[in-house]
């Protein structure tokens, strides 16, 4: 029987990591859900949004936080110039045009940070952000709990804007049905910029957030990408809720699969446990039939 | 993105310069015809490509390697070129493999096919492995410039060059030296773990602590974990080491593991004897940079110690790599200027290109500090199967800031702190 401090350590470290995890699957869900598309190069808008921070902390002496004043005007600006220019002409394309478009897009703007900000690791170090504080016996960084804190309050910022706008409302009735939505006047165009522009905006917040506990690098990316697909698969495409529970449940079972099964074995056992609810769920914990609950 | 050294710049052909191509061609196929008188031996052009990743994760790792090559390949051109070859210049070009193994071994085989002297592999460990039987079996000089893997050499025993020591040999280095301060301090450990992240560096590494940790009858091997180099958190496994009192704790890791390991071990207040590295990223200037006070008092096996940069025998051509590429001489690229040494070193003595005239050459380097640009402390000497037996790692440990070398003897600087003081009690 492992000793209970370690299992409390582990509990606490996994809640922490996956709530991070959840806000890093957020706008991943929230594109597919409404847009349908695999985007390969989330991770990347995660990426950039770290060194974002970085430039904006190490040039200007931002806080990290207060750079998500401008981490997200920009990168939904950004994400909307993405929608605008390139992911627009291929949403009816065939699915397999998408992923190659989005996974180009992954090996350009990793090739591009790689040149201007070359492969050395950029991190920061802020004083408040690197208290060491304990809690019933537990250990961890301040950055760390603040970076969950910010994960949780952007998630429910998300979720109220989903839920209680006018915007929000026209988001969901585009993920519900298209079509029906363009039949009632809806501009279902200028819908599909702004949640592209919300969804990026809202993994480079995750990246700004992350930056002071986790180093940016270039390559950094993908294992986003691949994360935020390991979540919303587990909770559910185009759910919200789904990429919350989903996040918490990979942070604990990596963490407590560490304690209880195997240190080495605890990445193959998260997505063990993907499998076993996908065959139990194939929509996932949360996702319906189509993905269509966008915040539910 | 290939870099090629001599790569002509072709624009467009004005009168001037076809009557002087004319006139130069006419000129060479007369004294190649009948005209000894005039005929000046042409020096050759010796071509060597470096395969490395200059994009990709360890980027950093091949860029350096790379402009230490490059460093001494000009500084040999500008000399005269090799002199033994008639002045014989050095054409080199840098292959970017991005540090994906499937293009790096297209890129040794597309080098193979440019006729090239010999073919410096600085991408991976496991890209020299999987590249040495094809160099065996192709005759063709396969210099491993930048693996730590330890079935390298065996891969290709006689056309397979290792430049650095196999990561066996710096973690026998560790345990040696656990050994030996806990002999001089009294303080000896108990209780020991392994860690190493799971790519054919780290694992060799960790294969090879756990055969000598085996022979070790006083300590407990408490835990082995092997784990992907980008994990993120790593606070459950220290939590673990904590609570079963582990007293050291040896890493074969890249550098962003390496780094995120130290900063848990201060959050959660794990207080080992200490935590050792076998080169490898916590063997970086970018693991100081990152955690800068955290990284006090960090054990590291290390083939080039940074100290080593004041040494007179190498200062010089410390100091002009660094006005050159504004970074100290460190890991990487002192293997790629000791490598460049090599090669130039063996043509000096061979006289000749030919390819089994070159391999005898290498294999019978026997090289010391400050000897033809060589920057390693402990120089080359190669085995029969072409591992460098002389490099057998130094101890070094980061005392305010830097690192220094603390074991053996003959190379320490400063004497190690042993044990690690608790993090509670560091200012």
Request: net charge positive; proline share 4%.
């Amino acid at each position: 029987m492992p000793d209970l401090p370690v299992v409390w350590q582990a509990l606490v470290s996994g809640i922490l990591m996956g709530g991070i995890y959840a806000l890093v699957a957020a706008g991943f869900t929230l594109i597919f859900g409404v847009l349908k598309i695999m985007n390969f190069a989330y991770g990347e808008f995660v990426m950039l949004g770290m060194y974002a921070t970085f430039l904006a902390y190490t040039l200007g002496g931002v806080d990290p936080y207060l750079s998500l004043a401008l981490v997200l005007p920009a990168f939904f600006l950004l994400g909307i110039v993405v929608q605008r220019l390139l992911i627009d002409r291929i949403l009816d394309a065939p699915d397999d045009m998408q992923m190659i478009l989005t996974f180009g897009l992954l090996i350009l703007i990793s090739n591009l940070a790689l040149f201007f900000f070359t492969s050395d690791l950029q991190g920061i170090r802020v004083g408040y952000l690197d208290r060491i504080i304990t809690f019933g016996g537990t250990f961890f960084r301040s950055s760390l709990l603040y970076a969950f804190v910010w994960a949780l309050g952007l998630l429910a910022a998300t979720y109220l804007f989903i839920r209680r706008s006018r915007l929000g409302r026209a988001v969901r009735a585009t993920a519900d049905d298209r079509f029906a939505a363009r039949v009632v006047g809806l501009p279902v165009r200028a819908v599909f910029w702004i949640t592209f522009g919300l969804g990026s905006a809202i993994g480079a917040a995750s990246g700004s957030i992350l930056l002071p506990y986790l180093p940016a690098s270039p390559d950094r990316g993908f294992e986003f990408t691949l994360l935020a697909i390991i979540v919303v698969v587990l909770g559910g495409m185009g759910s919200f809720v789904g990429a919350l529970v989903g996040g918490l449940a990979i942070g604990l079972t990596r963490s407590l699969g560490q304690v209880f099964i195997s240190a080495v074995l605890s990445d193959a056992l998260s997505l063990f446990v993907v499998l076993v609810i996908l065959l139990v769920r194939p929509a996932g914990l949360f996702g319906a039939k189509v993905a269509r609950d966008v915040a539910i | 993105m290939d870099h090629d050294s001599t790569s002509p710049t072709l624009g467009p052909v004005s009168r001037r310069r076809f009557l002087g191509g004319a006139i130069a061609t006419a000129g060479t196929a007369a004294a190649t015809l009948g005209f000894p008188v005039v005929r000046r031996a042409a020096a050759a052009e010796i071509f060597i490509p470096i395969v490395t990743g200059l994009t990709g994760p360890s980027a950093d790792w091949g860029i350096h390697l790379s402009q230490g090559y490059q460093l001494v390949f000009d500084e040999v051109n500008a000399r005269g070129g090799i002199k033994s070859l008639g002045g014989a210049t050095i054409r080199y070009q840098v292959f970017d493999s991005e540090f994906k193994h499937d293009v790096e071994q297209k890129l040794l085989r597309k080098a193979m096919s440019m006729n090239p002297v010999v073919i410096v592999a600085g991408a991976s460990s496991q890209g020299n492995l999987v590249f040495a039987p094809v160099a065996e079996k192709e005759e063709v000089i396969h210099i491993a410039a930048l693996g730590l893997g330890t079935d390298i050499p065996a891969a290709g025993p006689r056309w397979t060059f290792q430049m650095n020591a196999g990561v066996d040999v710096l973690c026998n280095v560790a345990v040696e030296f656990v050994g030996a301060i806990a002999g001089e301090t009294g303080k000896a450990p108990r209780r020991v773990a392994i860690m190493f992240e799971d790519s054919y560096f780290g694992k060799s590494g960790g294969d090879a602590y756990k055969v000598l940790v085996a022979k070790q009858s006083a300590w407990e091997l408490v835990d082995t974990y092997s784990y992907s180099a980008k994990q993120q958190d790593f606070s459950t496994i220290i939590a673990k080491y904590k609570a079963a009192k582990v007293d050291v704790v040896f890493q074969a890791n890249y550098v962003q593991d390496s780094i995120l390991i130290m900063r848990t071990a201060e959050t959660l207040r794990f207080n080992p004897m200490a935590i050792i590295g076998a080169a490898g990223g916590s063997d970086t200037l970018e693991f100081l940079k990152q955690l800068g006070k955290t990284a006090e008092y960090f054990f590291n096996v290390a083939i080039f110690p940074g100290n080593l940069n004041q040494n007179p025998k190498i200062k010089p051509l410390a100091d002009k790599y660094e006005a050159r590429y504004k970074r100290p001489l460190f890991q990487a690229n002192s293997m790629g200027i000791t490598g460049a040494g090599v090669i130039v070193d063996a043509l000096e003595r061979a006289g000749s290109t030919d390819k089994y005239k070159l391999r005898d050459a290498i294999a019978k380097t026997n090289l010391k500090l400050g000897d033809s640009y060589v920057v390693n402390p402990d120089g080359v000497r190669f085995g029969e199967i072409g591992k460098n037996m002389a490099i057998r790692g130094i101890m070094t440990q980061v005392l305010q800031g830097d690192r220094f070398a603390v074991w053996p003897k003959q190379y320490s600087v400063k004497s190690p702190v042993w044990p690690w003081p608790a993090w509670e009690a560091r200012a």
